[in-house]
């Protein structure tokens, strides 16, 4: 079964910081990658997706992720955090329907 | 970008009461949609897929008695909570899949979400 792992609950930074959310799949076959992000009490929001090609791949909000087939990881990146980054982001991966992690909570701090 | 929308956006119910929550796709034919749930706090949670005009696939644990879900046109499906009771109470979110892009590969688009309180 497909799956993605996020290690980290809580990641915390400083505004102005780079910042990592990190994920890490477990598929067999070709993985197709998601990166959401949720505010309180609202849906999903779409940033960005690894299907083939490049394995840098840019997104919404300045955001992108690399995909590393060596390290089965799919780490979500900003080179410079902004407070209202702050929010609950889901690794996910397609198998029909959708694999979420577990999620993690970015807080950034002013 | 095409457009899933929920309706309602919230709900709360007597337990023991039925309640359906609606998903459209606005502006493309979904010959599937998914219907997931997420506790307070945490992950989202597949829990059924569901196929126009067929029945729907459901997730290991999740009861089809329970949650009744129709997939009768091309943009819409729907899903009852029967019976509800409070530990029912959650926010469930529906996606919808729209049709191969030039990539070949699919895209879903997520709704917004119902959040349901079963008191």
């Known amino acids: 079964a497909q799956s993605v792992a996020q290690p980290e609950d809580q990641v915390n930074v400083a505004e102005g910081n780079p910042l990592t959310v990190k994920c890490t799949y477990s598929?067999?076959?070709?993985?197709?990658l998601f990166w959401y992000v949720q505010y309180p009490n609202r849906g999903l929001q779409f940033l960005l997706k690894y299907i083939t090609g490049d394995n840098l791949v840019k997104g919404s909000y300045g955001f992108e992720a690399e995909f590393n087939k060596s390290q089965t990881s799919f780490h979500l990146k900003k080179p410079s955090a902004l407070v209202s980054d702050s929010a609950l982001y889901f690794c996910a991966v397609r198998d029909g329907g959708m694999r979420f992690g577990a999620g993690t909570r970015l807080t950034v701090k002013p | 970008g095409a457009v899933v929308s929920q309706h309602p956006s919230r709900v709360i119910c007597k337990s023991g009461t039925s309640v359906k929550i609606e998903c459209r796709s606005l502006d493309f034919q979904a010959t599937t949609m998914f219907w997931y749930r997420q506790f307070p706090k945490k992950s989202l949670m597949l829990m059924a897929t569901?196929?126009?005009?067929?029945?729907?696939?459901?997730e290991q644990g999740v009861e089809k008695d329970k949650f009744l879900i129709n997939h009768a046109s091309l943009t819409l499906s729907t899903l009852t909570v029967t019976s509800a009771h409070p530990e029912d109470s959650s926010f469930y979110i529906c996606?919808?899949?729209?049709?191969?892009?030039?990539?070949?590969?699919?895209?879903?688009?997520f709704g917004p979400g119902t959040r349901l309180t079963v008191t």
């Open positions: 996606s919808a899949r729209d049709g191969l892009g030039t990539s070949g590969v699919y895209e879903q688009y």
């Open positions: 569901s196929n126009e005009g067929s029945k729907a696939t459901y």
């Open positions: 598929v067999s076959g070709n993985p197709y």
